[in-house]
């Protein structure tokens, strides 16, 4: 668009780089206007930059009209000549010759005045929080973590896989899908026992959107030895937790020839990665939600602060090797630890073979380790069927990685390549074989050992952010009675 005869220069260049006394045009949307007898300042945001420009207006040069029409949240474009600035904060603004008023935003109506919102308030403006500095931080180290994550594998040479969307296969063995028919709700077609004919329906059975992509990461795998998916997850699981999503990110590597300790390096090895890429490519915008973290823990009580700041917590865990020990050993620390002792925890730990909830883990994390931990060799009673099993015949190769305020950032686990065991523990689990007869021919032919895990990609956000609550690092969240937007 030349709108003004000129292209546009993105603010995030004007600002770094570009000259003085250089006539240039800029776009965004107002942030403030500052009114005085002889000038007027507009702060400008085009998303490129955490940072507004400074647009200096001297009102006899621009239509009243015009000028009267402009207010927070409207929609601009000024052309002008960059110079430099005398305020302090900024190198350069623009001293505006010409104002283009693409859309006005009503000051009475416009939600987004320039004060301090709730991040409740702006769940519910989830269609307007972009225009705010947190979610454009956000929304801007997202974007520099899903490039991370790719160029990560792809300069391990993993290969990327899409794994489908809909699938007929329950991976997790969980049965908290979400059903994708036609059918019609009201009146579907039933056989002659009364059940729900899905022969009808689109696939000709039932389905579902998928939890993972894990099992056919894996048949690609067992081909092209290491590959990852990173694709939309989903889960109708009831949980309306800060660390919950019905709808989320997952990255999945699957690697031949791998084992629990190969899994386990490569999974720490990548947390390191992109924490480090994060510090290296994101640094403007994560010294604001530092700042904006150290203002928020200024309002809680002081025994629930953190003691670290972000950035401090973001090297800290790049620089510490992660705490690596067995469900056993964990189950042991809990058991002896006083909030177990004193019934602190909602779920006291009583033996051998609890499941480990999200306070135990941070426990762990938090106050006996205090760095991430990971724990393997988990009960095969509350893991996957897909696990390999250890030798005692009680435990299975799990790992899972632990991060502070966090809890389980990573799941994952070698595989069982035994084609008997693995069938015999999905006879266990009363896992309808049929459905994955695919899956165990891998087994069948040409097995080989290999191990995978799948990352949270909003658990790592939350990280790597220090937001508190899953909702504000995904730009349209999903969760129990929520799909508004
Ligand atoms: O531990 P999970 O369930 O593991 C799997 O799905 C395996 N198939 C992974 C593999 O081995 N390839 O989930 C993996 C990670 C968790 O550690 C957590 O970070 C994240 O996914 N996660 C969720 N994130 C947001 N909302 C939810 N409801 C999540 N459930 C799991
Ligand atoms: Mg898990």
């Not at 904006?292 to 865990?317: A, T």
Request: proline letters at 4%.
């Amino acid at each position: 668009m030349l709108d003004h005869g000129i292209k546009r220069t993105k603010i995030k260049e004007l600002l770094l780089t570009g000259e003085v006394d250089r006539e240039v045009v800029a776009k965004g949307w107002v942030r403030t206007k500052r009114e005085s007898k002889n000038v007027i300042f507009i702060t400008l945001n085009d998303g490129s930059t955490m940072h507004n420009l400074q647009v200096v207006v001297e009102p006899e040069t621009i239509a009243r009209d015009i000028l009267d029409r402009i207010h927070t949240g409207a929609g601009l474009s000024v052309r002008g000549i960059l110079i430099e600035s005398p305020g302090a904060g900024q190198r350069v603004e623009l001293k505006a010759n010409d104002i283009i008023l693409y859309g006005e935003a009503d000051p009475e109506e416009y939600p987004l005045q320039p004060k301090k919102h709730s991040l409740e308030f702006l769940r519910e403006k989830a269609h307007l929080r972009f225009r705010t500095n947190t979610f454009g931080a956000v929304t801007r180290v997202r974007h520099v973590m899903i490039f991370a994550i790719h160029k990560f594998f792809n300069d391990k040479g993993f290969y990327n896989i899409h794994s489908p969307i809909i699938t007929g296969s329950d991976a997790e063995g969980a049965g908290e899908m979400f059903r994708v028919t036609i059918l019609d709700p009201v009146k579907p077609p039933l056989n002659e026992k009364g059940e729900v004919d899905y022969s009808e329906d689109f696939f000709g059975k039932p389905t579902n959107l998928t939890v993972s992509g894990q099992l056919e990461a894996e048949l690609a795998a067992l081909a092209m030895s290491d590959v990852y998916t990173f694709g939309p997850t989903f889960r109708a699981e009831n949980s309306n937790t800060s660390r919950h999503l019905a709808e989320f990110w997952m990255i999945e590597p699957e690697m031949a020839f791998y084992d629990i300790h190969d899994d386990m390096d490569l999974a720490e090895e990548m947390l390191k990665y992109l924490v480090k890429y994060s510090l290296d490519h994101c640094r403007e915008d994560l010294d604001f939600l530092a700042k904006r973290l150290e203002d928020e823990e200024k309002n809680k009580k002081q025994e629930e602060r953190s003691s670290m700041g972000l950035i401090e917590k973001l090297e800290f865990v790049l620089n510490n090797d992660f705490e690596r020990i067995t469900y056993t050993q964990a189950i042991d620390i809990l058991m002896n630890s006083k909030p177990n002792k004193q019934k602190k925890f909602q779920f006291v730990i009583e033996k051998w073979g609890a499941d480990m909830q999200s306070e135990h883990e941070r426990y762990l994390v938090e106050k006996h380790f205090k760095k991430p931990v990971i724990i393997t060799d988990y009960p095969r009673e509350i893991k996957a069927f897909y696990m390999k099993q250890n030798a005692d015949g009680k435990t299975v190769r799990a790992m899972d990685v632990l991060f502070p305020q966090i809890g389980e950032i990573i799941g994952g686990s070698q595989r069982e390549e035994v084609l008997e065991k693995l069938r015999q523990r999905i006879r266990e689990m009363h896992i309808p074989e049929e459905t994955l007869w695919w899956y165990l021919e891998t087994r069948k032919f040409g097995t080989v050992p290999h191990a995978g895990f799948g990352l949270g990609f909003e658990r790592l956000m939350l990280f790597i952010t220090g937001m508190g609550n899953i909702r504000d690092v995904i730009p349209f969240p999903r969760a129990p009675l929520n799909a508004e937007f």
